[in-house]
């Protein structure tokens, strides 16, 4: 596609269920991004894929959170056991940066996915 | 630690009149900059960067911004505002060579007809 798309839109779970979460970034983009958005709050980083580098996964909260990015294109998102705190919109981009000598290449966002932890 | 700083969480302005939206950086290393806006349901698009070379970028939607090395800010200005300018602009910083984006927290713009 043109973009990058992320489903579902809308997530309701309950408290301690596991939710996946999907990206799929703009073809060719080896760079790819979460971020969660809290209401009222910036952009926190959440995890970062690079090729077939290993990801940084320093700004995941917790080990209830998870990622994967299978074949270098399609990411899924992970949240085990969810609880109310994790009530946000969670945001996914791709860029087409290399790492070394790399220039700012901008990133590119998907619509995001609105979960609510009841 | 590389960070980004928006000091006003909301700017009120009035159509026509210019517009300021600050941002200050911190970071180890070479920056480049960026400006991002989120539009009520709608996701972050691009607005313009800072990578190295002239001073002043100028972007998308009329919006230009200028990197201040030795006060180590990119405010974002446009000369004459627009209602339909009303949203949320994040800044974000890049350090060379590094791929993670820090962002700021966000500052919503009012534009009053």
């Known amino acids: 596609g043109a973009g990058v798309s992320q489903s579902p839109s809308n997530k309701v779970t309950e408290k301690g269920k596991d939710v996946e979460l999907r990206c799929d970034p703009i073809?060719?983009?080896?760079?790819l991004y979460w971020y969660r958005q809290s209401l009222g709050q910036g952009l926190e980083f959440l995890i970062y894929?690079?090729?077939?580098?290993?990801?940084?996964k320093s700004g995941l909260p917790s080990d209830r959170f998870s990622a994967e990015r299978t074949g270098g294109s399609v990411s899924t998102l992970t949240i085990q056991r969810t609880q109310q705190e994790d009530s946000a919109v969670y945001l996914c981009?791709?860029?087409?940066?290399?790492?070394?000598?790399?220039?700012?290449?901008?990133?590119?966002f998907g619509p995001g996915t609105r979960l609510t932890v009841l | 630690a590389q960070s980004v700083a928006q000091p006003e969480d909301q700017v009120n302005v009035a159509e026509g009149n210019p517009l300021t939206v600050k941002c200050t950086y911190s970071?180890?290393?070479?920056?480049?900059l960026f400006w991002y806006v989120q539009y009520p349901n709608r996701g972050l698009q691009f607005l313009l960067k800072?990578?190295?070379?002239?001073?002043l970028v100028k972007g998308s939607y009329g919006f230009e911004a200028e990197f201040n090395k030795s006060q180590t800010s990119f405010h974002l200005k446009k000369p004459s505002a627009l209602v339909s300018d009303s949203a949320l602009y994040f800044c974000?910083?890049?350090?060379?060579?590094?791929?993670?984006?820090?962002f700021g927290s966000g500052t919503k713009l009012n534009v009053k007809p």
């Open positions: 981009a791709s860029s087409s940066s290399q790492l070394a000598g790399s220039r700012g290449d901008e990133q590119f």
């Open positions: 073809s060719g983009h080896t760079a």
């Open positions: 894929f690079q090729g077939n580098s290993a990801p940084d």
């Open positions: 970071v180890s290393g070479n920056p480049y």
């Open positions: 800072y990578i190295t070379g002239d001073n």
């Open positions: 974000a910083v890049r350090v060379h060579n590094f791929n993670k984006f820090y």
